[in-house]
């Protein structure tokens, strides 16, 4: 979609608006989670049975949500309401999953239940594909992913009340080794991502019209990365949430919204890192540092949409957040406000402003090793546009925007006085920076035979560097993100689909040579200026197709998806020798055919 930027292969993390991934907050049914994609261009972490709605705000979105600076997706997912078993079966040479979905009872009220997993087998059919495209003389690589997931739904409506009990996880582990050629030297990388939720909920419209919902979570969030052999490092989570709501329209065109969240956090860090001996003794022990961090936030907010006339909608909302850091409270006042007005039948004008603020990530405000008196990094989002509906099936939009960002989280070298004496302040709240552009969607709405879009975002995303004093790109900015998206309905139970994606490179900070150290005996990375080189231009086009036959019980359908069609090397990271003489770049996705067949009963 517009304003998505593309994330490298190895993850499954959304890129909004030139942003850093931790500055989107991604959600399940208003639950925050790490991800919402599988890695190497998976799939979501949620099967598409369970999927109600995907609601993406790229920017400037309204008072029910917060502690996201860049953007929100919260996918909704849908009650289970069967009257018999029903359920699909999904097999291909990457990953094979199952849903179903049944009542408790045929003739009494014991709710019904849907259940839903996932797991691939990436590990043992990727490797042979890389050795297969290996280059003569290259350096090997041997890449071990693999990804599962699960839901599980209970759903019961006793007279107006509404029950639901949901639990959901997902895990993602890669091992990446890469061995030596004559033009790189030995890389590995482990990284693993999983979180588990179990969220109960409640909601009852009452007689005066109101609508009220009350739902608590406990969850648990482990992650851990290795590079090489030496350094190491894990964050585990233990969560817990309470969001509730009450919501009432008090006659057509004016509508209110209050609620309250609550969000508790503990997390446990530990790094390892090497260190340094001294020249001829043998190497001391890794450095390990353990964290143990606390942190909650306490919400209220209240939204009104009113519409005073018909063409026109306001949207005001005011969101007050108090976030507990282990330097203290940071409370925070949020105002929001968005507007459309309908020209005519045809076009529509559109605009938004808001205020939004987020905490710092656990290890900067660790008292021992960050910075506990961090304040709440700012972002100040405007947004207008228009949406013109071109055919009954055809509509273009677009939209500009800009992004003000300030009391970033940057490293400090000052020194400051905590609890009488004089240490390194390590992190300060001087960070700033900016993120502008347009974004343009001409899409072609489900018909019977076609859907489709065009999206293409052209923007800037920049932070000031305080070593050269100029505003330098952010690590994720891309200027030019094109994508199209195409399916066509056959004659047969035929469909045949298409996209193609195009993104200018990832700002780099460029190698100009290594130096000897003596004390190490090995070589380290003279850089240039942070991000005045940019990577190349990814491109990749994908294939699919599917033959549908319909029976009288049940459906059955196969189809082929063939990912990066023509082969595109696209590199995604630069390996270099141990002189930083010489380099080789580390290649993406090779051409991946996936053949697969689903049931549906």
Do not use: C
């Not at 482990?190 to 608590?216: I, V, Y």
């Not at 006659?251 to 919204?257: C, D, I, K, N």
């Not at 506990?372 to 405007?382: A, K, N």
């Amino acid at each position: 979609m517009p304003g998505m930027a593309r994330a490298p292969y190895i993850s499954g993390a959304l890129l909004v608006r030139g942003a850093q991934p931790e500055d989107t907050q991604v959600m399940i049914d208003g639950v925050p989670i790490p991800l919402l994609y599988h890695f190497a261009g998976g799939p979501s972490v949620v099967n598409p049975s369970f999927i109600d709605r995907i609601d993406f705000f790229p920017g400037a979105y309204g008072a029910k949500y917060g502690r996201a600076i860049a953007g929100i997706v919260d996918v909704g997912t849908r009650p289970p309401e069967p009257k018999r078993l029903h359920g699909l079966v999904d097999i291909d040479v990457l990953d094979s999953g199952f849903y179903l979905e049944t009542p408790l009872s045929s003739t009494k009220n014991y709710g019904s239940v849907a259940v839903a997993a996932r797991r691939s087998y990436i590990d043992v059919l990727l490797p042979p594909i890389l050795e297969a495209f290996r280059q003569p003389g290259g350096a090997s690589t041997v890449a071990s992913p693999y990804y599962w997931d699960y839901q599980a739904r209970y759903d019961l409506k006793l007279g107006k009340d509404r029950f639901e009990l949901i639990g959901f996880g997902s895990s993602d582990r890669l091992v990446l080794t890469q061995s030596g050629s004559e033009e790189t030297q030995p890389f590995s990388l482990e990284t693993f991502q999983g979180f588990h939720r179990l969220r109960a909920a409640w909601s009852r419209p009452t007689d005066s019209g109101w609508k009220l919902s009350l739902a608590p979570t406990i969850g648990i969030t482990p992650s851990n990365f290795r590079i090489g052999t030496q350094f190491k490092g894990s964050i585990t989570s233990k969560d817990f949430n309470l969001r509730g709501a009450a919501a009432k329209e008090f006659r057509p065109g004016l509508s209110f919204e209050a609620g309250l969240e609550l969000n508790r956090a503990n997390y446990d860090v530990s790094f390892e890192f090497p260190q340094v001996g001294k020249p001829g003794e043998p190497p001391p022990p890794p450095l390990v540092i353990d964290l143990d961090v606390d942190a909650a936030a306490y919400a209220a907010y209240a939204e009104l949409v009113w519409s005073p006339i018909e063409q026109l909608k306001i949207v005001p909302g005011l969101r007050f957040e108090l976030y507990q850091l282990p330097g203290g409270l940071r409370p925070s006042l949020e105002p929001r406000i968005a507007t459309r007005y309908a020209l005519n039948d045809w076009l529509t004008a559109k605009a938004a402003f808001g205020v939004f603020r987020q905490s710092p990530q656990p290890g900067e405000i660790d008292p021992t090793f960050g910075n506990p008196d961090l304040g709440l990094p700012r972002s100040r989002q405007t947004a207008g546009g228009i949406e013109w509906k071109l055919t009954d099936a055809v509509q273009l939009d677009l939209q500009g925007f800009y992004n003000w960002r300030d009391q970033l989280v940057a490293f400090s070298q000052d020194f400051v006085e905590r609890d009488g004496e004089q240490v390194a302040e390590l992190y300060d709240n001087d960070g700033r920076g900016r993120a502008y552009g347009i974004e343009v969607l001409l899409k072609h709405e489900l018909t019977q035979r076609f859907y489709g879009w065009v999206a293409y975002t052209l923007s800037r995303s920049v932070q000031f560097d305080e070593d050269s004093g100029l505003y330098v790109p952010v690590t994720f900015d891309q200027s030019h993100i094109l994508t199209l998206v195409g399916s066509y309905k056959l004659d047969g139970g035929w469909e045949v689909g298409t996209r193609f994606r195009l993104t200018t490179g990832r700002p780099q900070t460029p190698i100009l040579g290594g130096t000897f150290n003596s004390d190490t005996g090995g070589y380290f990375p003279l850089e240039g200026v942070p991000g005045s080189t940019r990577g190349v231009t990814f491109h990749q086009l994908d294939l699919r197709a599917e033959k549908l036959w319909t029976f009288e019980r049940w459906k059955l359908s196969v189809y082929l998806d063939v990912q990066n069609v023509y082969n595109a090397e696209n590199p995604e990271a630069t390996l270099w020798d141990y002189r930083y003489r010489d380099s080789a770049p580390l290649r993406g996705l090779p051409l991946l055919p996936t053949f697969g067949i689903k049931g549906e009963f």
